[in-house]
């Protein structure tokens, strides 16, 4: 069976630092897809990244940068010089390529960015 | 392009009643799920249908059900509440994999 599993349960930075939050994975699945999803207080998931198994590259996208490693089963996903707004709980998800759209959610990391 | 959208936002209901959560996907998307958050479980997966077919379940009881229809919108239905089911509901709408959510439905039952 899947499972996301992200340690840090809560993570207080003080503006402008740089932050990484952690997520381990596991799966029998050669393919596979996983996410980062953003949680302001409203509510809604906001999808941030989607990375496919077969594509290890590093992703960077402004302050945002994905690292992902198949050797540990890593997705880490680092905010560079946050901001009060990057204030959120932050999800690391896995789903199955090809067989249905059903999301493993990791429980959240509650970031707060402290002015 | 519109997004997902979930109505009511909000809603409280009185234990043993019924209730229907209503999720319009994103045009062309034919595939929506549902995921149940609470605090203490987090987010779970509820059930996911494509072209009006249920095509996984999670691990909830009957009292939860779904349904799609042909315009690809779709309901949930939770039966008999208990105060356990007090959560935000969240409706994803997929296509290729590639999920969006929308604002969710937050039960409150008393």
């Known amino acids: 069976a899947q499972k996301v599993t992200q340690a840090q349960t809560e993570i207080s930075v003080v503006e402008k630092e740089d932050v990484t939050l952690d997520c381990v994975y596991e799966?029998?699945?050669?393919?596979?897809?996983l996410f980062w999803y953003k949680q302001p207080p409203s509510g809604e998931l906001v999808f941030l990244i989607r990375r496919n198994s077969f594509d290890e590259q590093n992703e960077i996208s402004g302050r945002y940068s994905w690292n992902f490693q198949k050797s540990t089963s890593s997705f880490n996903f680092t905010i560079t010089a946050s901001q009060v707004v990057d204030s959120a709980v932050y999800f690391c998800a896995h789903s199955r390529v090809n067989r249905d759209d059903k999301i493993i959610f990791g429980k959240g990391t509650r970031l707060h960015i402290l002015p | 392009k519109a997004g997902v959208t979930q109505t009511p936002r909000y809603l409280i209901k009185t234990r043993g009643q019924q209730v229907t959560l209503s999720c319009s996907p994103i045009?062309?998307?034919?595939?929506v799920s549902w995921y149940q958050q609470t605090p203490g479980q987090g987010l779970q997966f509820l059930f996911e249908y494509f072209s009006e077919t249920q095509r996984n379940k999670g691990n909830f009881p009957g009292r939860f059900s779904g349904r799609q229809f042909s315009n690809s919108r779709s309901e949930m239905n939770v039966s008999t509440l208990e105060l356990g089911d007090s959560a935000l509901y969240l409706c994803a709408s997929s296509l290729g994999g590639l999920a969006f959510f929308g604002q969710g439905t937050r039960l409150t039952v008393v």
């Open positions: 045009s062309g998307h034919r595939s």
């Open positions: 799966t029998r699945d050669t393919t596979y897809y």
